[in-house]
């Protein structure tokens, strides 16, 4: 049999226990304990009134042994069924104080309840305790040694990164990375940096490779288009100057112009390459230091990153680091993966055989695991509260007398037992003391 849902409230539903065919089991047991129970009550009553027959009928002294055991077991029986009794309902319906406790008191028993669970199982000693003892870290890395458990980890962390990247939206990572770099770098000042970086380029000599690939590139590109050259130089000319003037000039200046990007790449030590880098130099210690180069080269790089063509360069990033990740997660023998598991059997052989690395990794659980329980304690504990505040009072009595209803009418019977046991020893006492 289900029972229906029960709310705390109607904007915050929490359901009630469910009564199960298993539970209406336990009931029938506890139903056949009562009827044992109840029937040894009667038991003793009966020997009870037999007894006093027995004595006044002048049957001997036995009879008031009897008697005296069965009075007490009645005693212990009446009061052993009121305490169980008033434990989930009133007895015999009266409106006795301090009966009907579970469906009266529950909210306040699941306070207790909450109470007791916060102080004794969430408190940071305590957790920090439980940790310590279990060792983590140690474990983990004994598992994470195993191979077929590397290779476990690697396959799940792969599914899990293909679908939170199926997840995301392209346009919105792509407008939230384009954001972020635009943002950084309006942030940021970056001719100092380049300065710097220039500085220890020309200091090493690593621009003159550079320089070397101009001047071989200048001088092919001459060679190439000696037309264009002359033609340039021709048409630069006056218009009142001889014809034949213009060429020869055209002819003089490309020769120069040859001879000069000749002799730059031939020669390290030409005086062109050595003013090269003094003005890299200069430069470089410009972009650090001077107010007026700085500011040129931060709105140089404010009118490029607003250029339509970078935002859309930096957007588009994303798709190609995204396919390039999804690739690598998919393919099984991809480097990804393969570094991946490596670094899991890596990393459970050091927490297994570091004693520092795995205090270390210990450290970390139990202030993550402390930070979590101090700071959601409350929430922690208003679950237990709030959830049994939900519940039915009626259905959580039955549930709970359907689980420890049983034992507690084993109470009833030791009850009756021990109070004729009891009784039986008083009234001995009693007749030998008087005797």
């Known amino acids: 049999m289900k029972t229906a849902p029960v709310t705390g409230s109607d904007q915050d539903p929490t359901p009630a226990f469910s009564y199960s065919p298993a539970d209406e089991g336990r009931r029938r047991g506890v139903r056949r304990m009562k009827v044992i129970a109840t029937g040894l009550l009667l038991v003793a009553t009966a020997v009870y009134a037999l007894a006093r027959w027995a004595e006044s009928a002048g049957a001997g002294a036995w009879s008031g042994y009897v008697a005296a055991a069965a009075e007490a077991g009645m005693v212990g029986a009446l009061a052993d069924w009121f305490a169980v009794t008033a434990l989930f309902r009133r007895p015999l319906g009266l409106p006795i104080p301090h009966t009907a406790i579970i469906p009266t008191k529950k909210d306040a028993l699941g306070r207790t309840l909450g109470d007791f669970v916060g102080e004794n199982f969430l408190s940071p000693q305590v957790v920090r305790t439980r940790l310590r003892k279990v060792g983590i870290a140690r474990r983990l890395g004994a598992w994470l040694e195993n191979p077929e458990h590397a290779d476990r980890v690697t396959e799940q962390g792969a599914a899990a990164l293909r679908g939170a990247l199926t997840v995301l939206r392209d346009s919105d990572v792509q407008a939230v990375v384009g954001e972020a770099i635009t943002r950084r770098a309006d942030a940021q000042e970056i001719a100092p940096g380049i300065g ?10 690593g621009h003159r490779r550079v320089v070397d690939l101009v001047c071989v590139r200048a001088h092919d590109w001459l060679v190439e288009h000696s037309d264009s050259v002359m033609h340039a130089v021709q048409g630069g000319a006056p218009g009142w100057t001889p014809r034949f003037v ?8 490309y020769k120069e112009l040859v001879r000069f990007t000749a002799e730059m790449r031939d020669m390290p030590e030409h005086p062109a390459r050595e003013a090269i880098d003094r003005f890299l130099a200069d430069f470089a210690v410009e972009l650090q230091s001077d107010p007026d180069t700085r500011a040129r080269v931060e709105r140089l790089k404010k009118d490029l990153i607003a250029r339509n063509e970078v935002q859309d360069l930096i957007e588009s990033a994303w798709g190609s680091v995204r396919g390039m990740i999804v690739a690598a997660a998919e393919d099984e023998r991809s480097e990804l993966r393969l570094r991946a598991r490596a670094s899991l059997l890596s990393l459970g052989a050091r927490m297994t ?3 520092r690395l795995t205090a270390k990794i210990d450290g970390w659980l139990e202030d993550a695991a402390t930070y979590v329980v101090t700071t959601y304690r409350d929430e922690i504990t208003a679950l237990i509260t709030d959830t049994i505040a939900g519940w039915d009072p009626e259905q959580t009595t039955r549930k709970i007398e359907a689980n420890v209803g049983r034992d507690l009418q084993f109470i009833r019977i030791n009850g009756t037992v021990v109070g004729s046991l009891a009784g039986l ?11």
Do not use: F
């Open 196 to 205: 710097k970086m220039l500085e220890r380029v020309v200091a090493d000599g």
């Open 246 to 253: 213009d060429r020869r000039v055209g002819e003089r200046v």
């Open 353 to 355: 055989e570091d004693p």
């Open 425 to 435: 020893v008083i009234y001995s006492v009693s007749r030998l003391l008087a005797g």
